[in-house]
Each structure stands twice: as C-alpha cells, then as structure tokens.
C-alpha cells in the first residue's frame, strides 16, 4: 500500500466552520482520495456516515461534501441530545464504480485507527454494513449494526428508518399542535412526496389514525400500493407540492422547497424526512414570512441516529426518547414567534447555545483544576 495521510489547512475554505480535524487519505495505487472531516468532538466522539460517491467532479466537491455534512451531523446530534459530537467520510468512487473495493475498505480502516477512536462512523450512500465488517478486521472505530446476524430482534440499532418514521410523527403532531391547537392528525390532509423506507411507516401510522393522504412517487407500485392500502389519492410527482394541503411532507430528496417551487406551496405546515429539504437558510425566512410552519429538517429526522447511539436497548425504550422530538420541536416554533426568527434560525441557535455552555462548562472544570493544584 501506498497510503498517505495528512492535515492540510483548510481553514480558509468558504464551508470551513472551525472543524476539529480534516484528515486527507490518499492512495496512488488504489486511485484512493478520501476526506474525514470532524467538525466536533466537544460532547463526545464524533459520528457520521462514510459516503462513496464517484460523480464529485473534483476534490473541492468531495471537500466541501464532507465540511458540510460533518457540521450537519454536530447540528443533528446536539439538537437531539446525543453525546457526541459530528463528522463525515467521504470518498471520492473510482469513476465508473458504485461501492468500495475491499483494498479501499481497509485504507478507510486505518484511517480511522489514525484518528483514534475521536470519530466513528458507518454506513452513507454507496456503503453498506458489509464494507464496514471490512474495515472492521482493523480498526474497532465504526459502528455496524448487525455483526453476527445475530442480533436480539427487541433492541434497537437495527434499520434506522421506522425511527425515524416515529420522529417525524411526532414532529407532525407538533407542529400541528403549534399551528391548529390540535395534535390528533385525524382530518387532515397531507402530501406526502415519496413513499420510501421513512414514509412508508409514516403514511401506514397517518393512515391508522384517520389523516388524508395525497401521496406521490416515481415508482407507479409504490403509488398503487398507497392506494390500496391507505385510500390514498395519486398525484404526479410535479403537482404534489401545489397541493391544498395542510402538511406537505418532503420524504424524497434534498432541495425540495427552493427558489423556483416555493411558490406553489399551499400547505400551512411543511415537515417530512428529507435531509437538506430547503435549499437554503433564505427558503426557511421566507416560509415564516408566508406563515408556513417549518419543522427543521435535522431536528424531525433525527429518530434514526437516536436508534444507532441507542443499539442494544430495547426498542420501547428508544422509541419512547424518538417521542422527545415532539417537544424539541414546540419549543422551537415557541421560540421561533417569540423572538420573530424563522425555525431553522432558532435551531442553529438552540445548538450553538448549548456548544457554547459546554464549552463554558469545560473551561471553568480546568479553571478549577489549575486553582486545586495551585
Ligand atoms: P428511500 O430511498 O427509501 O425513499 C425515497 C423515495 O422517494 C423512493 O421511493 C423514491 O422512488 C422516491 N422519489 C425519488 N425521487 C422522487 C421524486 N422526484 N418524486 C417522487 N418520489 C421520488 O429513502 P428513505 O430512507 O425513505 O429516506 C427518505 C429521505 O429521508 C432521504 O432524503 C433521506 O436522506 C432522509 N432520511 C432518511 C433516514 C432514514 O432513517 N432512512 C433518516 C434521516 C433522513
């Protein structure tokens, strides 16, 4: 092997947030570059996924990838009150190719024994829970589900995704609370874009307690299924935004409300399981401007990464902490009229309010050490 790992300084990069560490790796005979970029370690070791992507156009890409998404992990693992702290891999695929090869695995492997144990990760797109039984003949630092096939089917750790479904209810009848003064979701009418591993469960759960579901997706099965089952009503995927609902749920991808679609928005509520579901801070301002309620994308969907800290309680246990969404997100819209800022603004708030107290915290343990041994 011809691996190579450094540190360059990045700190004048535009997506540069004042992370931790940015680790390089690279591998001339395997074709390998990767980054791991830790934006934070301050309540504990940092976490987040390993992406292989092969279409980054170049470096800058894949850098800004990983700067981004490590800062979106402290965000997501802070608001959820988790003790750690947020990081990303991301390796830039051999063009061509959709996974890693075993060679790259393990490269992954002893960058993360470089790193010691102040981040872990797991599987992101175009990884899976094999690459990482992979990376795992070396290094003790990722986080696989289900090792052995093995595991007690009671505990959580297992497919993050009906976790997440639960957060996102939760969520909806906050917001629902927030904005109608009712949280029973029985009559309303909801758009549900996608009908994926989240919102499958989702829909199943609006469905079970008498909520209208207008629902579409690419896949025509996906969308016949809908109706069979939940008495949904088929809508194009272009139209489902446009529709005169009182919650829109992005459960697709990224991006969904952004300049050229927020205009169609009828809904009064819009809260789903899409990470990155606005593109960008000026959509959320002008959602509060229209008085649409926006459920911040990393504060509902965070029932998934709450299940893999929580692997091996029991599920009840952990669904019953997913269920904490639900007052994380009231007292952000509280907040959010309060002090006339939009909901994502308060969100970031909330996170860096608490960073900033832990930071305090910590200086003033070793404020108190040096007076002791003084
Ligand atoms: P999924 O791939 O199972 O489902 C996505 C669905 O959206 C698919 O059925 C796909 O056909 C459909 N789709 C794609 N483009 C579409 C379009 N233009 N119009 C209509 N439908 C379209 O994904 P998932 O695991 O259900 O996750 C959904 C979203 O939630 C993703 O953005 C994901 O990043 C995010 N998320 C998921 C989890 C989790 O636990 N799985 C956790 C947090 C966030």
Same mark, same amino acid.
């Given at each position: 092997m011809t691996l190579e790992f450094s540190f360059p300084d990045y700190s004048s990069h535009p997506d540069f947030d004042n992370h931790e560490k940015i680790l390089k790796i690279e591998d001339r005979a395997l074709g390998l570059k990767a980054f791991i970029a830790i934006h934070s370690t301050q309540l504990g070791p940092a976490r987040g996924g390993c992406r292989y992507w092969s279409s980054y156009a170049n470096e800058d890409e894949a850098l800004k990838d990983a700067l981004r998404l490590s800062r979106g992990m402290t965000y997501k693992n802070t608001l959820a009150g988790l003790p750690h702290g947020g990081g990303k891999t991301v390796i830039m695929g051999v063009p061509g190719t959709a996974t890693p090869t075993r060679d790259i695995m393990l490269a992954i492997g002893h960058a993360l024994n470089e790193l010691d144990g102040i981040y872990e990760t797991g599987e992101d797109v175009g990884t899976s829970q094999d690459d990482f039984l992979i990376a795992r003949e070396? @290094?003790? $630092?990722?986080?696989?589900?289900?090792?052995?096939?093995?595991?007690?089917?009671?505990?959580?750790? #297992?497919?993050?995704?009906?976790? @997440?479904? $639960?957060?996102?209810?939760?969520?909806?009848?906050?917001?629902?609370?927030?904005?109608?003064?009712? #949280?029973?979701?029985?009559?309303?009418?909801?758009?549900?874009?996608?009908?994926g591993h989240v919102s499958t469960p989702l829909c199943e759960t609006l469905h079970r307690n008498g909520a209208e579901l207008f629902v579409s997706d690419i896949d025509d099965k996906k969308v016949q299924y809908a109706v069979t089952n939940w008495g949904a009503t088929p809508i194009e995927p272009d139209k489902i935004m446009s529709q005169d609902v009182d919650v829109y749920c992005p459960c697709a991808l990224g991006g969904d409300v952004n300049p050229e679609t927020i205009h169609f928005l009828q809904a009064k509520i819009v809260a789903g399981a899409a990470n990155n579901q606005l593109s960008g801070p000026d959509m959320a301002r002008q959602l509060f401007e229209r008085g649409i309620l926006y459920a911040p994308d990393y504060a509902i969907n965070a029932g998934g990464v709450i299940n893999v800290v929580m692997t091996g309680i029991p599920k009840d246990i952990v669904m019953y902490r997913v269920t904490g969404i639900y007052n994380t997100l009231l007292k952000i819209f509280q907040r959010s009229d309060k002090e006339g800022k939009d909901t994502a603004e308060i969100a970031d708030t909330i996170v860096e309010e608490r960073l900033a107290g832990t930071f305090q915290i910590r200086n003033a343990d070793k404020a108190s050490t040096i007076k002791n041994s003084a």
């Open positions: 070396i @290094t003790e $630092h990722v986080r696989i589900r289900d090792p052995h096939g093995d595991m007690n089917p009671y505990m959580a750790g #297992d497919d993050p995704s009906p976790y @997440t479904a $639960h957060g996102i209810y939760c969520g909806i009848k906050a917001a629902l609370k927030h904005k109608f003064g009712n #949280d029973n979701v029985a009559g309303f009418r909801f758009a549900v874009k996608g009908l």
